[in-house]
């Protein structure tokens, strides 16, 4: 592959030792054609709806304006640093002419170049590209916009594989799939939602009782509800773990008698806020003082993480550290 000549339009010197893993030639197969129905009055129709390529890694709202400078054969860079006289030479080619990336939208090669913003999503390579804006709408999984250094990297970014479009691997489409565990924890967030509802509601009664007026129940005092929920028990086959916020964590081997004390009393987790300040992380509670652990020598510790859910209840233990 040779050095393309610069256009009138470049005053600097070409660039030395330029070269494209595809050829201008190929430039077209980043193209695909539009069916267009043509006016009956004749005249011609504005360029988004004419029966023109769309340009890969383009989101639909930046498609008319490539499309226009397309139709002139020339291409300005959105930065207005450079112009260039051949539009197919020059946009995804495999090499990055401008600043800004402009040139680049279907290639990685201006990664790591923050590239034209559209529709306010980060730019980068749109993997619906092809498709019309009412179906992004209707199909989310769809619109989405990877970076551009996941074009043709042999993972599979977009879910229908769009990203992946040189053919090294081949990608499942995997939008249905996705949207569909969308949905699913869409609407798992909105029954918890409600459920928080109720617990809120419930901790306001509970501020009351002497047992919690001291206690720091976080954002509504919504985990005063928790606290007083009781134990939760979770079996993995191996032990029965026995989760009592505030009081205690009990681990209890499923065959023999061996029984581990793991946490007991607690508090929330910190943070280092930026000016300095250490501030409470209420999605964490740590409990601490656990029976010693000889190996470590140090006290078994126990951290608590929460989530949003509509039932109560122990979700998964991970072992981080072995005694």
């Not at 923050?114 to 209707?138: D, I, K, V």
């Not at 990297?153 to 594989?161: F, L, R």
């Not at 026995?242 to 009393?265: D, M, S, W, Y």
């Amino acid at each position: 592959v040779g050095v393309r000549p610069p256009s009138s339009a470049d005053a600097e010197e070409p660039p030395q030792g330029r070269a494209s893993s595809v050829p201008a030639a190929a430039a077209s197969d980043d193209r695909a054609p539009l069916e267009a129905e043509a006016p009956s009055s004749g005249m011609a129709p504005p360029v988004s709806m004419r029966a023109e390529a769309r340009i890969r890694g383009v989101a639909p709202d930046l498609q008319e304006r490539y499309l226009s400078m397309s139709a002139t054969g020339r291409f300005d860079c959105f930065d207005a640093s450079r112009s260039f006289d051949s539009f197919m030479q020059v946009v995804n080619d495999d090499y990055c002419d401008c600043p800004d990336g402009s040139d680049e939208p279907g290639t990685s090669a201006c990664a790591g170049i923050p590239q034209p913003h559209s529709g306010g999503r980060s730019g980068g390579f749109a993997c619906g590209w092809g498709l019309e804006a009412a179906t992004l709408e209707a199909h989310s999984a769809r619109a989405r916009v990877v970076r551009a250094s996941a074009v043709n990297d042999g993972i599979c970014d977009c879910c229908g594989g769009e990203d992946e479009w040189d053919g090294v691997v081949e990608c499942r489409d995997r939008c249905d799939e996705v949207e569909a565990e969308e949905a699913s924890a869409m609407s798992q967030a909105h029954v918890g939602s409600k459920a928080r509802e109720a617990y809120v509601d419930k901790a306001h009664k509970l501020r009351k009782e002497e047992r919690f007026r001291d206690v720091d129940g976080g954002p509504d005092d919504v985990f005063l509800a928790v606290f007083a929920d009781g134990c939760k028990t979770l079996d993995d086959g191996d032990y029965t773990y026995e989760v009592c916020p505030r009081e205690k964590v009990i681990q209890r081997a499923n065959t023999g008698h061996r029984k581990f004390t793991l946490g007991k009393g607690g508090q929330w987790s910190t943070f280092l806020w930026e000016n300095g300040e250490h501030r409470s992380d209420y999605s964490m509670y740590v409990m601490g003082e656990g029976d010693y652990c000889v190996a470590n020598q140090a006290h078994r510790k126990v951290e608590l993480r929460f989530e949003c859910s509509p039932t109560p209840a122990v979700v998964s233990v991970q072992e981080t550290q072995v005694c």
